[in-house]
């Protein structure tokens, strides 16, 4: 027999070789997700174990063969798929909703064999809670070894990568191509390069290289190279995982961090312009504008109302309002008298968000823009209902289908945070501390604060009200579209069984 080279897509037959019918776009959307996700954690959970190996490393071997175990079944699942030429646009949500799902599991079962919690359902909140990149962590960071603060941070960091490609190269604008409007808001999107694998790569040109500046920069304040490491990489992922002790009562280490979290909140197509020297693009983004107006505005609140005019409350101040924005969730307060509003302001701020395109949760800048321009359209249509007017950001007109995009956007967001605030009432949470937890797990935010100001210890809840946190953090994390619209999509395929099924029941009884 005459061996010839046989490729992924061919069988042996009686015959020869035949390629094999590709997979169907789900199946493949799906099994590609799950797969991405196993070797997600699994790689993590390798690094970390052999990082572990130059110390006392308590828990290396089960990094190591949870690892081994988790990128093994990721990579045969990998293998057996036969991707069609293009996958639907639900089924691209729906791989990244299972990437999510089976990372989560696969590192809970990490933080549990490590003995890093007591129980498995606290495991999942904590794999969540770091995937997602919410700052609402139960973990004692001086009770985990190296190794799992190691493995725990650099979760968060690649949950802080895997969203962004999401949102700044995966998502596709709806509509059809071949209106003006809609072809704006594509090449915008599609800004960061032509094609959405140029788009991934150059944003991996940015997040690598910031993660590695922030890092030598949290070293060279004396922090360490350790520390400065989670230090890096909970800001650039806006994860706000904190090391042992309290690093950031070292001015360097805070102003470094602020600028930090500021830099991450800010969309990455505005840093890909800024590498490249178009800063001209940039004069008049309105985006732009309002994102650092409010930092700096919420910021002169802090520290103006706090009446300590001192410069520790100005960087504490701005340190806040840096944290809370960009939904980093660093746990700092000020140094000035702390009144019930700065909680509400601090609250408002995370639930906005920073800019569209950015590792950061919350509704975003760029919708809450459009929300107030379609408010004050309607104005004006009462006084002039003739009037014919199209919404524009930056001189450019949005289509009519990214405004409701973006209406039912802000009704998935609010219905969240309702459900989940009921949710969490019903279990043991006041009003304020459950419209406090949703809208902070929605916006994959923390630390939490009571009405006076200080930091809510996430640990003394119960089980059962941070389990129901996690759908909201998973919703917020993946913008809750993508994940409704694979929901959507779910249903649909039920019903359709349904029907076939109740089709072949009436068939088989009249055949009777």
């Avoid at 070797?39 to 993590?44: A, D, M, Q, V």
Wanted: proline share 4%; with cysteine.
């Amino acid at each position: 027999m005459k061996f010839a080279y046989r490729s992924r897509l061919q069988v042996l037959t009686f015959s020869g070789y035949q390629q094999l019918p590709d997979w169907a776009s789900w199946t493949s959307g799906l099994t590609l997700g799950a797969s991405f996700g196993l070797l997600l954690s699994g790689i993590i959970a390798i690094v970390s174990g052999v990082a572990g190996l130059h110390g006392a490393a308590s828990q290396t071997p089960e990094l190591l063969i949870i690892g081994t175990l988790s990128g093994l079944i990721g990579s045969f699942l990998f293998s057996i798929v036969r991707p069609p030429p293009k996958h639907r646009t639900a089924d691209i949500f729906g791989g990244f909703f299972f990437l999510s799902i089976f990372s989560i599991v696969s590192s809970a079962i990490v933080f549990y064999a490590t003995d890093s919690v007591e129980h498995f359902d606290t495991a999942l909140y904590e794999a969540t809670v770091s995937l997602t990149t919410t700052a609402l962590s139960t973990l004692n960071t001086s009770q985990i070894t190296p190794e799992m603060q190691f493995f725990r941070g650099s979760l968060q960091w690649a949950g802080g990568l895997v969203v962004l490609i999401l949102g700044a190269a995966i998502i596709p604008v709806v509509g059809s191509k071949s209106e003006p409007s809609i072809q704006i808001e594509r090449n915008e999107a599609l800004a960061l390069g032509n094609t959405r694998q140029s788009a991934i790569f150059n944003i991996l040109k940015i997040y690598i290289p910031l993660s590695f500046l922030l890092w030598v920069a949290f070293a060279l304040t004396g922090t360490g190279i350790f520390d400065g490491l989670l230090l890096s990489i909970s800001t650039v992922s806006t994860g706000g995982f904190v090391p042992a002790g309290n690093p950031f009562e070292d001015s360097a280490t805070q102003w470094i961090a602020a600028a930090g979290m500021c830099l991450s909140g800010t969309s990455f197509v505005v840093l890909w312009r800024l590498a490249l020297r178009k800063t001209g693009e940039l004069r008049n983004s309105a985006e732009l504008r309002v994102y650092f107006s409010v930092v700096a505005i919420s910021a002169l609140t802090l520290f103006i109302f706090s009446h300590d005019f001192t410069y520790e409350n100005f960087r504490s101040s701005f340190f806040v309002a840096s944290s809370a924005i960009s939904t980093t969730g660093f746990p700092a307060t000020i140094t000035g008298e702390w009144i019930p509003i700065f909680t509400v302001l601090v609250l408002l701020i995370t639930a906005i968000g920073g800019m569209a395109g950015s590792v950061s949760g919350g509704f975003n800048i760029r919708s809450l823009i459009v929300l107030i321009r379609l408010s004050v359209r309607e104005m004006v249509r009462q006084l002039h209902p003739r009037s014919v007017s199209r919404i524009q950001i930056d001189g450019k007109p949005l289509s009519e289908s990214t405004v409701d995009h973006t209406v039912v956007l802000q009704f998935l967001f609010v219905s969240v945070v309702v459900v989940t605030c009921i949710g969490v009432s019903i279990t043991e949470l006041d009003l304020f501390s459950a419209i406090n937890a949703a809208v902070h797990s929605t916006a994959t935010a923390g630390p939490l604060r009571s009405i006076d100001g200080a930091l809510t210890e996430v640990s003394v809840w119960t089980r059962p009200t941070r389990s129901l946190l996690m759908p909201a953090m998973i919703l917020g994390w993946l913008a809750i579209f993508p994940v409704l619209i694979v929901a959507g999509e779910f249903v649909s395929f039920l019903k359709s069984k349904f029907r076939s099924v109740k089709r072949t029941v009436i068939e088989v009884r009249s055949n009777e």
